[in-house]
Structures are given as C-alpha cells and as structure tokens.
C-alpha cells in the first residue's frame, strides 16, 4: 500500500491519500481524542503524541499536529496507522456519515439554495486541501458555516470565507449579507 501525503494551505495539518475511500461519501470530523469514539481509526491516529485533531474525507485523512511537534517525527507513526488499519480491513468508522450539514426541519428555498451552491462549488474545491465547509445555519441574511479538519484553524480560511464563499453566496443569493464561521 502506498500513501501519498500533500501539504494544505494550513501548516498544522498534513493530508494522506491512501490510494482507496476512506469513507466513499461525506465527511467525519474529530476534534479531540474525546469525539473519536465512533472511529476505530482517528481513535488510533489519537494514540499518536502529536495528534490534534483528525479528518475523515471520501479518499483522504487529514491530521492536525500539535505546534510542539514537527512533522518529519509524526510522518511515519501516522503512516504506520493507517497502513495497519486498512491493510487489516478494519472499519473506518462504527455507524454512517450524514451529509455534514447542520441537521435542521425542512429547509426553505434560500436554505436549499445555500446547501446547493456548497455541496457543488465549496466543498469539492476545500476537500482537495483536506478540508470541509458546511451549512450551519442562515438568520437574518447570515450564513453561519463550520469549518472542519485543514480549513479549522488556517491562516488563509478567513480570506476564503469573506473573499471566496461571501462573494458567490452574495452573487447567487441576495437576501445572503454576510457568512460567518462558527466553532
């Protein structure tokens, strides 16, 4: 089995292709040790002293480091992992991945809309550097976004959002004024 790594515009965070899916569709994000109870994978990627925070993607895994570590120390332990998990044909994750947006009643129009132009314009190009954004909520010409796995703590997210995701919502939308990233 060959693993490819790429670096993300986040340099805490370190993408790995594995060659196969990882989940096939949708995204799973974990935090902390704490969150990885339903993945038998990020709970060992978590065993690893280092490991910050894990991200499951259809065909890829994203780990954040801690700042105390240097990559060229993990690199190989997380390689390790991840090569012994699927080599063993352990399941990735213990139950299904939904579609990553905020669970809500029916969703309305400009809801539906937002969801739309997320699904088919952010989230492919935010998963090529081992990220997710995804639809939190939208209150009075709001749109509320959660950012997950290379795209949660990076340096360029903020230009993405406003720049990138504001402008096309805007353009698309009119009643969309502003977006805004929650934790």
Not at 2 to 16: D, G, M, S, Y
Request: proline residues 5%; negative net charge; hydrophobic residues 40%.
């Amino acid at each position: 089995m060959f693993i490819q790594t790429e670096q993300t515009p986040n340099p805490a965070t370190l993408k790995f292709l594995p060659g196969r899916d990882v989940l096939g569709r949708g995204t799973a994000d974990f935090p902390s040790r704490e969150d990885a109870a339903r993945s038998p994978l990020a709970q060992r990627l978590f065993e690893i002293d280092g490991v910050e925070g894990v991200f499951l993607g259809a065909d890829f895994i994203t780990i954040t480091k801690t700042a105390a570590k240097d990559w060229f120390l993990l690199k190989p332990s997380i390689l390790g992992v991840i090569m012994e998990h699927f080599t063993a044909n352990r399941p990735v994750l213990l139950d299904d991945v939904g579609d990553g947006h905020a669970e809500g009643g029916d969703d309305d129009e400009i809801v539906q809309q937002i969801k739309e132009l997320l699904d088919t314009r952010v989230r492919p190009a935010v998963a090529q550097d081992g990220g997710d954004i995804t639809f939190h909520g939208f209150e009075e010409g709001v749109v509320y976004l959660v950012m997950k796995g290379a795209c949660s703590g990076c340096p360029s997210s903020t230009a993405t959002l406003k720049a990138g995701i504001e402008n096309m919502l805007r353009h698309y939308i009119p009643e969309v004024v502003e977006v805004r990233a929650v934790r």
